[in-house]
């Protein structure tokens, strides 16, 4: 039976009803479609011939690989835990001939539902009619392709999983993904060596798994992870970051119900086309009785006063979300890291303290992107544009090197101990070994209040204060990376950055180039700007 099918409404009355329409639909718009593509062909082809060459955020030493999508297998089941919890995860094993031996499987654990089940007949032209995740399918692809297995789990009290959040990265989760794991390499199609990839809440979880010490665990690939919650995302500066805390708050209620559909950004719209979180057993009442359990799930507050040390629900601080409490655990850890993150993201500093601690095993890549690597933003031109750069083949490259012990997998200047970052405006990667990097110089500026300067002697500040009247404040508009943690398909742009916004400090003229690895080239021409 077709997991799709499990779902209730899927009655032969709405198969009918739905294709009578769409097929009337279609009659009804094919002559208008046809002579919208009679136009709309030459213009894209009039546009790419006239527009600008846009900068690219690829690899130097990889070109993008365009490869006939695997042949695998998806199913659906429930892992039972060592307190009894059915924890629900996809199964992924390719069908290719030369992958019957035994083989390596790449685990990652889920906040927000492991796959989705859509209504007919949409699902029949998504991901070979088969469940499928927004932004996991193609890194699910390209692990398939290499021969990979994979298995992609709700974490408890989440998805189609039994159990209850009690805050995030609960302990308690950890302890399922080493259940999952032991499960893993008792399978017969298992060879022992398990690899975590997971990005966002699902790469700090892979991070916490590795301070478990599994021993079947080979390489880690945490992608835009958080290390510590209250800087790097809900209070930076010790200003409650309001935007992503209740965004993320509403989000989770919603699939935390199995909801999904209902989302306001569905505009009503998401039952026509979205079951929900796909099932794990041919049971309905598996589902909705693990649903049901859901309903005391931890939920995230936030408020101005928040600080570090604050108790919030489940009675436990932002602190207590800190990834510092597994600092040695992950010092004795032998597990090569890979930490995926881009200068558009909150996450970069994390990906340095998690490199900075074991930085022989670990390697970072720091991209021009957001949350989630979608988009690429070009400071400079002030163009956005969706990411050019195969993510997926990096990943697998560092996975093959690491689970297959494939010294061709990637470049000998990427296995471990580097850190490859992009500079904006020249748009060029480069290799470092330590942050910041070796040849780095250090510049302090500082405020010089009555004539609003920014200087580097301490002599020659003037004292002095800056009135400020925030009731004339105008928004700055635009999505910027606080934004583009959670709206990762808006596009990256900031509007009203200007004087009238802010109170704003001004050096003296640069006498040479200055390059800041994460903002932009300098010139001479060019003025260093802060905002206070």
């Not at 500040?461 to 583009?484: F, H, K, M």
Request: aromatic share 12%; charged share 15%; hydrophobic share 40%.
């Amino acid at each position: 039976m077709n997991m799709h099918e499990v779902y209730p409404r899927n009655t032969l009355i709405w198969k009918v009803a739905t294709g009578t329409v769409l097929f009337g639909s279609a009659v009804l718009l094919f002559p208008l479609l046809l002579c919208a593509l009679v136009v709309y062909i030459p213009y894209k082809k009039i546009k790419a011939a006239l527009a600008r060459p846009q900068p690219s955020d690829r690899f130097d030493y990889q070109a993008s690989n365009v490869t006939t999508p695997p042949l695998y297998t998806m199913t659906s089941q429930y892992i039972t835990t060592t307190d009894g919890t059915r924890i629900a995860i996809d199964l992924y094993l390719p069908t290719d001939s030369i992958c019957a031996s035994p083989r390596a499987c790449i685990l990652t654990q889920t906040r927000y539902f492991r796959s989705i089940s859509l209504r007919w007949p949409w699902r029949l032209l998504a991901n070979q009619g088969r469940p499928f995740s927004f932004l996991h399918t193609r890194y699910y692809e390209g692990m398939l392709g290499a021969g990979y297995a994979v298995v992609a789990m709700d974490i408890r009290g989440t998805g189609a999983s039994f159990g209850t959040v009690l805050h995030p990265w609960h302990v308690l989760e950890r302890q399922d993904s080493v259940d999952v794991i032991d499960w893993i390499t008792r399978q017969p199609w298992s060879n022992g060596r398990v690899g975590l990839w997971g990005m966002s809440y699902e790469a700090t979880a892979a991070y916490l798994t590795v301070s478990t010490h599994h021993p079947a665990i080979k390489a880690c690939v945490p992608m835009y992870m958080f290390y510590d919650m209250y800087s790097d995302i809900a209070s930076p500066g010790g200003i409650a970051q309001h935007f992503f805390t209740l965004k993320w708050a509403e989000l989770t209620a919603y699939l935390d119900r199995n909801a999904m559909s209902d989302l306001p950004a569905m505009m009503g719209l998401g039952r026509l086309f979205f079951q929900g979180v796909t099932p794990a057993s041919r049971d309905w009442d598996d589902l909705v009785c693990a649903v049901a359990e859901h309903e005391t799930n931890w939920k995230a507050e936030i408020h101005p006063s928040l600080n570090r040390d604050s108790h919030t629900n489940g009675n436990i601080t932002p602190g207590d979300l800190s990834l510092s409490h597994v600092r040695h655990a992950m010092e004795m850890s032998t597990v090569p890291m890979l930490y995926y993150t881009g200068w558009y993201d909150q996450t970069v500093r994390s990906s340095l303290q998690g490199f900075s601690l074991v930085p022989q095993r670990s390697q970072v890549v720091i991209g021009p992107w957001n949350h989630s690597g979608v988009q690429f933003y070009n400071p400079v031109t002030q163009i956005h544009q969706r990411s050019a750069c195969d993510h997926v083949n990096r990943v697998v490259s560092f996975f093959r090197h690491h689970l297959n012990d494939d010294v061709t997998a990637c470049s000998a200047a990427t296995f471990t101990g580097s850190i490859e970052y992009f500079t904006l405006g020249d748009n060029t990667w480069r290799v470092a070994t330590s942050w910041p990097p070796p040849h780095a110089t250090r510049h302090d500026f500082f405020l010089s209040m009555n004539d609003r300067a920014l200087v580097t002697d301490v002599r020659a500040i003037q004292p002095g204060s800056c009135t400020w009247n925030v009731e004339y404040q105008r928004d700055l508009g635009g999505v910027s990376r606080w934004q583009a943690t959670i709206d990762v398909y808006e596009p990256m742009q900031y509007h009203g950055w200007h004087a009238a916004n802010h109170v704003v400090f001004t050096s003296l003229p640069f006498d040479h180039s200055v390059t800041r690895a994460n903002v932009e080239r300098h010139t001479p021409r060019k003025m260093a700007r802060a905002a206070a």
